[in-house]
């Protein structure tokens, strides 16, 4: 069975207190890995997607990376406006190829 | 990136009715569509999967007579919560993922989500 395991659950951080989250999975054959953020009361936002070991990705003050257990979602300098949820998926090589879904970190960046 | 959208974005309605939610992708065609449902503080929990022209397939545990998915088309699926009872109140989301090989092939899209409040 796939599984996905996030810590941690929460975190708080300064303005400017970089951080990572992350990501463990467990999977029969890793397709893709996912990062999500979510805001209260809406709906994922995708940000990446990271198909093999040695991996990265960057979008403005995050950087996604993979090895064969785990992802980081690296936050550098973060602002208020970063805080979210942010969710882990997986996706397993397979005929339903539906993603698995980790509890999620929700980030706070205090002003 | 690709567009999800969901309608109606909040939705009350008395217990014992039906509602019908709808979810679109705006461009890109999507053969797949899933739908989750989200409790408050919890992450999404997959409800069934639809494929364009194919009959949904629904996760253990979810009531196929009561949550109703039509794939109809590839850019529109609904999903119909029949005879709604207090305890379908929840987050409904929308996922969309495209089927032909290039940047929609393996990455999944959501739509806003749809607040289902049954009184």
């Known amino acids: 069975e796939d599984q996905v395991t996030q810590s941690p659950e929460a975190l708080r951080l300064q303005e400017g207190e970089s951080s990572s989250l992350n990501c463990s999975y467990t999977v029969s054959g890793l397709r893709g890995l996912f990062w999500y953020r979510q805001d209260p009361g809406k709906g994922p936002e995708f940000l990446f997607t990271l198909y093999s070991a040695g991996e990265e990705k960057e979008k403005e003050r995050l950087k996604a990376t993979l090895t064969k257990k785990e992802s980081f979602l690296h936050i550098t300098a973060p602002k208020p406006e970063d805080s979210a949820t942010y969710l882990c998926a997986v996706q397993a090589a397979g005929s339903a190829r539906q993603l698995t879904f980790g509890s999620g970190t929700q980030l706070t960046v205090l002003p | 990136g690709a567009v999800v959208s969901q309608h109606p974005s909040r939705v009350i309605c008395k217990s014992g009715t039906s509602v019908k939610i709808e979810c679109r992708s705006l461009?890109?065609?999507?053969?797949?569509m899933f739908w989750y449902r989200q409790f408050p503080k919890q992450s999404l929990m997959l409800m069934a999967t639809?494929?364009?022209?194919?009959?949904?397939?629904?996760e253990q545990g979810v009531e196929k007579d009561k949550f109703l998915i039509n794939h109809a088309s590839l850019t529109l699926s609904t999903l119909t919560v029949t005879s709604a009872h207090p305890e379908d109140s929840s987050f409904y989301i929308c996922?969309?993922?495209?089927?032909?090989?290039?940047?929609?092939?393996?990455?999944?899209?959501f739509g806003p989500g749809t607040r289902l409040t049954v009184t």
């Open positions: 639809s494929n364009e022209g194919s009959k949904a397939t629904y």
């Open positions: 461009d890109f065609q999507a053969t797949t």
């Open positions: 996922s969309a993922r495209g089927g032909a090989r290039g940047v929609f092939d393996y990455e999944q899209y």
